[in-house]
C-alpha cells in the first residue's frame, strides 16, 4: 500500500498515479508534459509566504496593546486611514480583510490538493509515516491537522473583522475577547496559527533551496532551529498579548460597549 505514495523533500504527500497498460495509441503519441501541478504548487507557496509574513505583522500590531491603549488604539485608526484622509474609514479595513480571505481560501484550496482524498490513501500515509519515522513528513501532517482546524477558526474570526471593523479599539476589542467569549477561540487560533505557519516557512525554505548551505544536512538543523526559535516567540508574545485582553476585558466588563475615548490632544481624530 506504502507504494501508492511518495514525499519530497519537505515531506509532501503525493499520490503515485499507476501508469495505464500501453496500447497502440499511446505508443504512437508521446505524451505533453502538464505543467500546472508545478504552478500550482509555485502559487501555494506565494499565498502561504503571504499569509505567513502578513501573520508576523498582525501579531506586532496586536501586540501593541502591551505598549499603551494609546498605542493600540493610534494603529487602529492609522488602518482605517484617518492620519491620511482626515477621519477614519473603517471600510478600509474590511478590504484588507477581504484580500486576506480571499488569500486564505486560495492557499487552503491549494493545499487540499495533497491530503489523503480517502480511507485507502490515509491509510498509506499512516502506514508510510509510521515505518519510515521521516521528521519532515510528520511535520507535513501536523500541517494538515492544523490548516484543518484553521479552516474553521480562522473564517470566524476573519468574518468578524470583515463585518465590524468599527470595532476594532482597546475596549472594544477587550470586550469581545472576554465579553463577548471570544478568547478560547483566539487561544486555540494563536497555537494552530504559530505551529502552522512556523512549520509553513520552514518547509518552503527546505522546499525551494533557501538559505542552503554546503552541508542540507547542517543546514536543516539550523533552519528547525529557526522554526522552533520563531513559532516559540510568537507563541509567548501571543499569550501575552491575549493576557492582557482578556485583563483588559475583564476590568471594563461592567462598561461592555463602551468605546475607548482617546486624549483630548487626539480628540480631531475621532471614530464618527
Not at 477614519?88 to 487540499?112: C, D, E, Q, R, T
Given at each position: 500500500?506504502?507504494?501508492?505514495?511518495?514525499?519530497?523533500?519537505?515531506?509532501?504527500?503525493?499520490?503515485?498515479?499507476?501508469?495505464?497498460?500501453?496500447?497502440?495509441?499511446?505508443?504512437?503519441?508521446?505524451?505533453?508534459?502538464?505543467?500546472?501541478?508545478?504552478?500550482?504548487?509555485?502559487?501555494?507557496?506565494?499565498?502561504?509566504?503571504?499569509?505567513?509574513?502578513?501573520?508576523?505583522?498582525?501579531?506586532?500590531?496586536?501586540?501593541?496593546?502591551?505598549?499603551?491603549?494609546?498605542?493600540?488604539?493610534?494603529?487602529?485608526?492609522?488602518?482605517?486611514?484617518?492620519y491620511?484622509?482626515?477621519?477614519?474609514?473603517?471600510?478600509?479595513?474590511?478590504?484588507?480583510?477581504?484580500?486576506?480571505?480571499?488569500?486564505?481560501?486560495?492557499?487552503?484550496?491549494?493545499?487540499?490538493?495533497?491530503?489523503?482524498?480517502g480511507?485507502?490513501?490515509?491509510?498509506?500515509?499512516?502506514?508510510?509515516?509510521?515505518?519510515?519515522?521521516?521528521?519532515?513528513?510528520?511535520?507535513?501532517?501536523?500541517?494538515?491537522?492544523?490548516?484543518?482546524?484553521?479552516?474553521?477558526?480562522?473564517?470566524?474570526?476573519?468574518?468578524?473583522?470583515?463585518?465590524?471593523?468599527?470595532?476594532?479599539?482597546?475596549?472594544?476589542?477587550?470586550?469581545?475577547?472576554?465579553?463577548?467569549?471570544?478568547?478560547?477561540?483566539?487561544?486555540?487560533?494563536?497555537?494552530?496559527?504559530?505551529?502552522?505557519?512556523?512549520?509553513?516557512?520552514?518547509?518552503?525554505?527546505?522546499?525551494?533551496?533557501?538559505?542552503?548551505?554546503?552541508?542540507?544536512?547542517?543546514s536543516?538543523?539550523?533552519?528547525?532551529?529557526?522554526r522552533?526559535?520563531?513559532s516559540?516567540?510568537?507563541?509567548?508574545?501571543?499569550l501575552?498579548?491575549?493576557?492582557?485582553?482578556?485583563?483588559?476585558?475583564?476590568a471594563?466588563?461592567?462598561?461592555?460597549?463602551?468605546?475607548?475615548?482617546?486624549?483630548?490632544?487626539?480628540?480631531?481624530?475621532?471614530?464618527?
Amino acid at each position: 500500500m506504502s507504494s501508492l505514495i511518495k514525499t519530497n523533500a519537505s515531506g509532501e504527500l503525493g499520490v503515485q498515479v499507476l501508469p495505464l497498460p500501453l496500447t497502440q495509441s499511446t505508443t504512437q503519441s508521446t505524451p505533453r508534459k502538464n505543467r500546472w501541478p508545478a504552478r500550482l504548487d509555485v502559487l501555494q507557496s506565494a499565498t502561504g509566504f503571504a499569509l505567513a509574513v502578513f501573520l508576523m505583522a498582525h501579531m506586532f500590531f496586536v501586540s501593541t496593546i502591551l505598549i499603551s491603549h494609546q498605542a493600540f488604539y493610534s494603529v487602529a485608526r492609522f488602518f482605517e486611514g484617518a492620519y491620511f484622509l482626515g477621519k477614519p474609514y473603517p471600510i478600509l479595513v474590511s478590504g484588507v480583510v477581504a484580500v486576506i480571505l480571499a488569500l486564505f481560501i486560495g492557499h487552503a484550496a491549494l493545499a487540499m490538493r495533497k491530503f489523503p482524498a480517502g480511507y485507502r490513501q490515509f491509510s498509506a500515509f499512516r502506514l508510510h509515516k509510521n515505518r519510515f519515522q521521516h521528521g519532515d513528513t510528520s511535520l507535513w501532517w501536523i500541517q494538515v491537522l492544523t490548516g484543518f482546524a484553521l479552516f474553521f477558526m480562522t473564517t470566524v474570526h476573519l468574518y468578524d473583522m470583515l463585518t465590524q471593523p468599527a470595532l476594532i479599539g482597546p475596549f472594544e476589542s477587550a470586550d469581545r475577547v472576554w465579553t463577548g467569549n471570544m478568547w478560547p477561540l483566539y487561544l486555540g487560533l494563536l497555537f494552530a496559527v504559530e505551529l502552522h505557519g512556523g512549520i509553513g516557512l520552514y518547509r518552503l525554505a527546505i522546499k525551494w533551496g533557501w538559505l542552503e548551505g554546503h552541508n542540507p544536512r547542517q543546514s536543516r538543523r539550523r533552519l528547525a532551529i529557526v522554526r522552533h526559535s520563531i513559532s516559540a516567540f510568537f507563541i509567548t508574545l501571543g499569550l501575552v498579548t491575549l493576557l492582557a485582553y482578556v485583563d483588559l476585558g475583564r476590568a471594563h466588563a461592567d462598561h461592555a460597549g463602551e468605546r475607548y475615548t482617546p486624549p483630548q490632544s487626539l480628540s480631531s481624530i475621532d471614530r464618527h
